[in-house]
Each structure stands twice: as structure tokens, then as C-alpha cells.
């Protein structure tokens, strides 16, 4: 049995998100918005819209331009970190979920995610540390990313989907993504997998050096 959680990054958007907290309560779905803080500002009803509706709100960083593992101007990492949770603030779950930005066009797991300053900012702060493990590039292709997503999917055990509440297009296949995934056995679940978690509620859980610059030296 193939268990798939999802998780919308880079929102929320007015027209997209909507769309999408829609979809996923037709089909009694809780995922996890991981959020822009920039975009919180005058969009905060979307997101007290998801928390309310049972999903999990997420910091994605401030305003996501630079990976924080490519950051070497000291106090960037935290700001970012720090000012999107600010305005995050009551929506944010008591694990208090973070995910970093890829940077690598295609989600790559590697040291761009953090540098040290960010590291040390998610331990101070409580925070979860969440990755992922697909990614099917719905903003490059938003009319082709079905398929592949299955894929990727029905690869894992466990798959930590990560998809996009932006106006591509992409997510007017949402419903029919769930859709195929459910007649192939797909159970989704909002809780993410261990092996996606490197860091939980400040304490380092796995493996944390593919994610940081030069390995945190």
C-alpha cells in the first residue's frame, strides 16, 4: 500500500488556493501549506481559511529568492526564517513546520536547503525541518505533471508530495491526480514520513549534512 501526504509550497494565492483547500475537503484530504511571508501579508484570510479547515500551516521562508544554503550575508538565514513566522503566528502548528527552498530547479535534495546560521536558527526556534520526496515539477509542466506524479509516488512507501498553489494551471488536475491515486490503493495521510524530517521540534533527527553548506563547516 502506497500512502501519499501532500504539501502545497509558494502560496497562497487568491485564485489557486481556494481552488485547491476546495478539492482537497471534497475529497476529505488535510495537508500542509508551507507558506511565503511575503505573500501571508494580504492573504492571511486563505491561510486562517486552511488551518481552520484542519490543514497544517508551514513556513516556507519570507519572500524564497535566495536558498539559505547559498546565503552568506550573516543574519539573512534567521530573518527569513524568523519573519515569516512572525506572521505565520498563531497558524503555526506546535511542531512549528519549516521547509526550505530547493533552489535547484527541480527540488534537489542537496546543500543549498541551509546554511548554518539556519541550522542553528531551526534549533533555537523549535522548529520541524520538513523535505521531501517527490517532486513533480507541476510549475514546469502544468499539464504533464500527473503522470509523473504517480510515478514518483507509487516508487515510495511512503511519498511526501510537494505541489504548488500558484496560478500555473497546474493544480485544475489536483482533482483528478487524487482521483487516480485513490483507484490504484492510495491512502493519504497529513502526518509526513520520518525519513523526511532531519530535524523535529529543534532536535536533530537524521541526517543533516547532504542538506547543509560545506556540510556546516
Given at each position: ?43 492571511r484570510k486563505l491561510a486562517e481559511r486552511a488551518h ?71 534549533q533555537a526556534g523549535g522548529y520541524t525541518c520538513v523535505l521531501w520526496n517527490v ?83
Amino acid at each position: 500500500m502506497t500512502i501519499i501526504t501532500t504539501s502545497f509550497d509558494n502560496g497562497p494565492d487568491p485564485d489557486v488556493t481556494p481552488l485547491v483547500l476546495d478539492t482537497l475537503r471534497a475529497h476529505d484530504i488535510k495537508s500542509t501549506f508551507f507558506i511565503l511571508g511575503e505573500r501571508l501579508r494580504d492573504r492571511r484570510k486563505l491561510a486562517e481559511r486552511a488551518h481552520a479547515e484542519g490543514h497544517w500551516i508551514g513556513n516556507h521562508t519570507y519572500n524564497h529568492i535566495v536558498p539559505l544554503g547559498l546565503s552568506a550575508e550573516p543574519g539573512m538565514a534567521a530573518s527569513e526564517i524568523d519573519r515569516a513566522q512572525d506572521l505565520i503566528g498563531d497558524l503555526a502548528h506546535e511542531r512549528r513546520f519549516f521547509r526550505p527552498f530547493g533552489g535547484g530547479g527541480g527540488g534537489q535534495l542537496d546543500q543549498r536547503l541551509l546554511n548554518l546560521e539556519a541550522l542553528q536558527r531551526l534549533q533555537a526556534g523549535g522548529y520541524t525541518c520538513v523535505l521531501w520526496n517527490v517532486v513533480p515539477e507541476d510549475w514546469a509542466y502544468p499539464q504533464g505533471w500527473l503522470d509523473k506524479a504517480l510515478k514518483l509516488c507509487f516508487a515510495q512507501e511512503h511519498a511526501l508530495l510537494v505541489l504548488h498553489d500558484l496560478p500555473t494551471g497546474a493544480m485544475s488536475g489536483l482533482d483528478r491526480f487524487i482521483g487516480m491515486a485513490k483507484d490504484r490503493g492510495a491512502v493519504f495521510q497529513q502526518e509526513f514520513p520520518d525519513s523526511c524530517i532531519p530535524v523535529e521540534r529543534g532536535r536533530i533527527t537524521g541526517a543533516v549534512e547532504p542538506y547543509l553548506a560545506n556540510g556546516g563547516v
